[in-house]
């Protein structure tokens, strides 16, 4: 019997995947060929989904991206027995878009079916768990302090640092929060983790748990996610009834389980105590910081708050260890990072490598260039508060510090490309827009300053005279740093990082025009 892989996550369901396995079905019992049909998570092609792969011979081949007019000529082609055929791509480890990655957060993500405890052991899951039962609450932290892992939400702070400080907080409960309201524009990687390999985000928290001796979990999902919510439920299920969740798991004297809250649908929610401010059922705003969450966080208690990735990156950390997993990067930017690729490109998805590639290479090894041919006129990294990087910027490397040198974040690791053809300023005024409609309205720089940022862009825009722009580019700058210097979070500190490199584009393009429109004096 042949083993047919086809994903269920969200982009393929999108895509007509259970169509698909409706007519699979359908073909295979008229032939009279039995088969069965697994369901795994995607590799992250998005531009090959829906990605049919089978198992021929203990390799996996894959076809795509298929459609379900496809399928009667692919029994034709006896797909099963790996026959040729249009769609067929081969070794799926050999395909190099694949091949060029080093994965090691998303190593399952598309290999196994991703609600298999078995299939997620077999493939390493729960290693690293096993590795913590063994050891100190010391000795974890110190592991995950050595890794050199920061956080992939966006702040890039040292993880380890945040859960020395809740271990060494004096409290009768403590808590691990895990941020999954993935809201920044051209992101998907928590996504893509939790549908397709959902027990390595489970197994990093109880392990988080276990170093600052926190006995609770809360998963505070983004409430446009349905299918996300559906399967974490059933891994939550399946987690506790083998042992992993719950009291005394695996037999251990430690106690810890895991509660899915899903979200208010708000950007902000995504900013930590925002977050917990919902998550105890209150309206989401910024809370002031000092005290810091991981003093006073839920319910007043320590809380370590981490995105997806940076906690389904600590099994990998704790079964291995922190020098496999420090030897991937450069600098103080260690380790992997998923980059989501989207926007105008031909190959979009996400590609896990090691810090330190060039956004330039990143675009043309795996994104493939734009999908309109033309030229890239800017990229935005790092979601919408990220800033603007035009074709001359695209040799800076993916890593935390030359970003920031750069002028810009990597943020959550999305890159969202254009072409040549892009509107800089209406860009600019989009990113003040999104912080008037997502401002929790806390804060008077970021609630009116955006507002008012709107229209001076707006002004700019329909300004008669080079005087007037020049007037309303000086006001737009007053405004950038009221924002930035007196916001109370990143949401409106931030809207100026995309609102400055966007509008800095635009006016090198109006001169470059200027120049060109300028008469000549000929002798």
């Keep these: 019997m042949t083993k047919i892989y086809l994903p269920r996550e969200t982009t393929t369901l999108s895509l007509g995947v259970e169509e698909l396995i409706s007519a699979i079905e359908h073909e295979a019992a008229a032939r009279g060929i039995a088969i069965q049909i697994l369901r795994n998570g995607s590799r992250g092609a998005a531009w090959l989904e829906p990605l049919l792969e089978i198992d021929f011979n203990g390799k996996r081949l894959g076809y795509g991206p298929v459609t379900a007019s496809q399928i009667q000529s692919l029994f034709e082609a006896d797909f099963l027995n790996a026959g040729e055929h249009e769609l067929k791509l081969g070794e799926i480890s050999d395909i190099p878009w694949f091949k060029q990655q080093q994965r090691l957060t998303f190593s399952r993500c598309g290999e196994i079916e991703s ?5 997620y052991k077999k493939h390493g899951g729960f290693r690293g768990l096993s590795a913590a039962l063994k050891s100190s609450s010391k000795d974890i932290i110190n592991i995950i302090l ?13 993880a380890g640092i945040k859960w020395q400080t809740v271990a060494d907080a004096d409290a ?31 197994e990093g928290m109880i392990i ?14 983004r409430s446009e996610y349905p299918l996300t919510k559906i399967i974490l439920e059933e891994a939550l299920i399946k987690a506790r009834a083998a042992g992993y969740l719950g009291n005394t798991i695996q037999d251990s004297i430690h106690n810890f389980d895991i509660h899915l809250h899903i979200g208010a649908g708000a950007y902000i929610c995504g900013e930590e105590t925002s977050l917990l401010e919902s998550l105890e059922g209150k309206r989401g705003q910024i809370r002031f910081k000092p005290p810091l969450p991981a003093l006073k966080g839920l319910h007043g208690k320590p809380t370590v708050v981490n995105n997806v990735i940076t906690l389904a990156s600590v099994p990998v950390i704790l079964a291995k260890g922190a020098e496999y997993y420090a030897n991937f990067g450069r600098g103080k930017s260690l380790g992997t990072m998923p980059f989501q690729l989207s926007g105008n490109v031909k190959h979009g998805g996400l590609v896990e490598i090691s810090f330190g590639l060039t956004l330039r290479e990143v675009i043309e090894n ?5 999908y309109t041919g033309k030229a890239i006129g800017a990229v935005q990294v790092g979601g919408p508060l990220g800033a603007y990087f035009s074709g001359k910027q695209l040799d800076t490397p993916l890593d935390y510090e ?28 989009f990113a003040m827009e999104f912080c008037s409609v997502e401002s929790c309205g806390k804060c008077t720089p970021c609630r009116i300053g955006s507002v008012r940022g709107v229209e001076v862009i707006t002004r700019i825009r329909t300004a008669e005279n080079q005087s007037e722009r020049s007037e309303q580019y000086d006001l737009l ?3 950038c740093e009221t924002m930035e210097d007196a916001s109370l979070c990143a949401m409106g500190g931030l809207t100026p990082m995309p609102v400055r490199s966007a509008v800095k584009l635009h006016q090198l393009l109006t001169e470059r025009t200027d120049e060109t429109m300028r008469p000549t004096n000929e002798s």
């Design 208 to 221: 988080a748990g276990i170093a600052v001796g926190a006995e609770h979990g809360f998963i505070y999902l």
């Design 366 to 370: 795996f994104a493939g260039g734009t």
């Design 402 to 429: 030359s970003f920031s040198a750069a002028g810009g974040m990597l943020g959550h690791g999305g890159i969202v490309v254009f072409d040549d053809g892009v509107d800089y300023l209406e860009q600019a005024r």
């Design 146 to 158: 050595d890794s050199g892992l920061r956080g992939r939400g966006g702040a890039a702070f040292p």
């Design 477 to 479: 700058e007053d405004l």
């Design 172 to 202: 009768d409960s403590k808590y691990i929060v895990c941020n999954a309201d993935e809201g920044d524009s051209g992101t998907f990687s928590d996504r893509l983790l939790m549908e397709g390999d959902s027990y390595c985000l489970i």
């Design 115 to 119: 609600l298999s405890i078995d299939e």
